[in-house]
T-cell receptor, first 115, second 121 residues
Framework: AQKITQTQPGMFVQEKEAVTLDCTYD???????LFWYKQPSSGEMIFLIY??????QNATEGRYSLNFQKARKSANLVISASQLGDSAMYFC????????????FGTGTSLTVIP | DAGVIQSPRHEVTEMGQEVTLRCKPI?????LFWYRQTMMRGLELLIY????????DSGMPEDRFSAKMPNASFSTLKIQPSEPRDSAVYFC???????????????????FGEGSRLTVL
């Protein structure tokens, strides 16, 4: 089974609108971390936001928020007030507590912001 | 603070040649990862080290690939002999390993280098 599933290969959003990128994960660990990374066309991988499995509140970082639904094992990224510079690939990732080290990445979602 | 430093940024070589990619992790980080990214296969974990020790190399495609981490500040990924299908972007990443189950860890996010784009002709 896939550890991280991103079901949206591509998404479009109008500038200034909000967009949700989906991510579901699979783990039997109680302790784990969830991450989102952004990869613009220039190629670098940029860390955006983190959610720990013990965190009761959804993580927020500026225009990014993580909609964490533990029972459903989903960790969707919400980008508010989209900007043209948000056009990029977005990867969801998980780090399990059992090993404490192995990172699992999803296949990514390509987001295009339309002016 | 310097981030993860990779070299070379770009490498073009001919099939059969040896390729060595280098990585300097962030000082103080105790885990190092090598990833390969292609359009077809996405982001693949090749190998990762914890405290300079290889923990999982199951992602290494075949014996042509080898990785070493002789000390906490340096790692290499070697391909010998290289083949056209090895063309990809190779990322090195480092992090601070979490404490485990009972204790809430630091975020432990991966810090990526800028990648080494390899083209094998």
């Amino acid at each position: 089974a896939q550890k991280i599933t991103q079901t949206q290969p591509g998404m479009f959003v109008q500038e200034k609108e909000a967009v949700t990128l989906d991510c579901t994960y699979d783990t039997s660990d109680q302790s784990y971390g969830l991450f989102w990374y952004k990869q613009p066309s220039s190629g670098e991988m940029i860390f955006l936001i983190y959610q720990g499995s013990y965190d009761e509140q959804n993580a927020t970082e500026g225009r990014y928020s993580l909609n964490f639904q533990k029972a459903r094992k989903s960790a969707n990224l919400v980008i508010s007030a989209s900007q043209l510079g948000d056009s990029a690939m977005y990867f969801c990732a998980m780090r399990e507590g059992r090993t404490g080290n192995q990172f699992y990445f999803g296949t990514g979602t390509s987001l295009t912001v339309i002016p | 603070d310097a981030g993860v430093i990779q070299s070379p940024r770009h490498e073009v070589t001919e099939m059969g040649q040896e390729v060595t990619l280098r990585c300097k992790p962030i000082s103080g980080h105790n885990s190092l990862f090598w990833y390969r990214q292609t359009m077809m296969r996405g982001l693949e974990l090749l190998i990762y080290f914890n405290n300079n020790v290889p923990i999982d190399d199951s992602g290494m495609p075949e014996d042509r690939f080898s990785a070493k981490m002789p000390n906490a500040s340096f790692s290499t990924l070697k391909i010998q002999p290289s083949e056209p299908r090895d063309s990809a972007v190779y990322f090195c990443a480092s992090s601070l390993k979490g404490r485990g189950l009972a204790v809430r860890w630091n975020t432990g996010e991966l810090f990526f280098g800028e990648g080494s784009r390899l083209t094998v002709l």
